[in-house]
C-alpha cells in the first residue's frame, strides 16, 4: 500500500465509531495514536524526498528553458549573418529543448501536485492524531470519575449496611427485655469502686443507640 492509501486509511477513519466497537477504547486509541504518529513520520520522509525530487526536476526544465532560449538567439545571429544552415540546425536544436523543456514541466507540475497533496494530507494526520488524544484523555477523565462514584457508592452502601445491622441488634435487644420473666430479682448490695458504674453506663448507651 503507497503512502497516500496509508494516510487516507488512518484520516478518513471515524475515531467515535472504532469507539463504540472497541472492548477497551482507551487501549485501542493509544494503539491508533502510536499508528499514525509512526505514519507521520513516514510520511515526512516521503515529502522530504519528494520535495527533492520537485527541486531537481525544476532545475532540469529551467535548464532546458534556457538552452531552448540561447538556439533561439544563435538562429536569429545566423539569419542575419545569411547562413541559413546554421540558422536551420540552431532551430533544430532549439526545437530539441522545447520539446524537452515541455516534457520536464509535465512532471515537474505533476511532482508539485503530488508534494502539495501530502503536506495537506500531513496537516490533517496531525489534526487527527491531536483528536484521538483528546478523545483518549476524555476516556481517562470519564473512567476515573466513574471510579470515583463507585467508590462513594461502596461506602455509602457499607454504612446503610451498618445502620441495618444496629437496627436489627436493637430490635433483638428490645425483643429480649420484652420476652424476659417479669419477676424481681434477689437484692443485691450495691457494688463499690471506680467500676461500679460501668454496667450502667453500657446499657444506657445501647439503650440510647436503640431509641
Known amino acids: 500500500m503507497g503512502i497516500f492509501s496509508r494516510l487516507g486509511t488512518l484520516i478518513k477513519s471515524n475515531l467515535n465509531e472504532l469507539i463504540s466497537k472497541a472492548e477497551d477504547p482507551q487501549k485501542m486509541l493509544s494503539q491508533i495514536v502510536l499508528d499514525m504518529q509512526n505514519q507521520l513520520v513516514e510520511a ?8 527533492a525530487d520537485e527541486k531537481r526536476l525544476k532545475k532540469q526544465w529551467d535548464e532546458q528553458v534556457e538552452l531552448g532560449k540561447e538556439w533561439e538567439r544563435k538562429a536569429m545571429l545566423a539569419v542575419r549573418a545569411g547562413d541559413d544552415n546554421l540558422a536551420k540546425e540552431a532551430l533544430s536544436r532549439k526545437q530539441e529543448h522545447d520539446k524537452m523543456q515541455l516534457e520536464l514541466q509535465r ?3 505533476s511532482q508539485k501536485d503530488a508534494v502539495e497533496k501530502l503536506k ?3 496537516r490533517t494526520l496531525n489534526d487527527k492524531i491531536e483528536e484521538a488524544k483528546r478523545k483518549k484523555n476524555i476516556l481517562i477523565a470519564r473512567q476515573k470519575r466513574a471510579e470515583a462514584q463507585k467508590a462513594i ?8 449496611d451498618n445502620s441495618a445491622a444496629a437496627r436489627a441488634r436493637c430490635s433483638w435487644r428490645s425483643r429480649a427485655r420484652s420476652a424476659a420473666p417479669r419477676t424481681p430479682a434477689p437484692p ?13 453506663a453500657r446499657e444506657r448507651a445501647a439503650s440510647a443507640r436503640c431509641r
Open 188 to 200: 443485691r448490695p450495691p457494688p463499690t469502686g471506680p467500676t461500679a458504674s460501668r454496667p450502667a
Open 44 to 51: 515526512k520522509k516521503q515529502v522530504a524526498v519528494s520535495i
Open 153 to 160: 457508592q461502596d461506602t455509602m452502601r457499607g454504612l446503610s
Open 120 to 122: 495537506d494530507q500531513l
Open 107 to 109: 512532471q515537474w507540475q
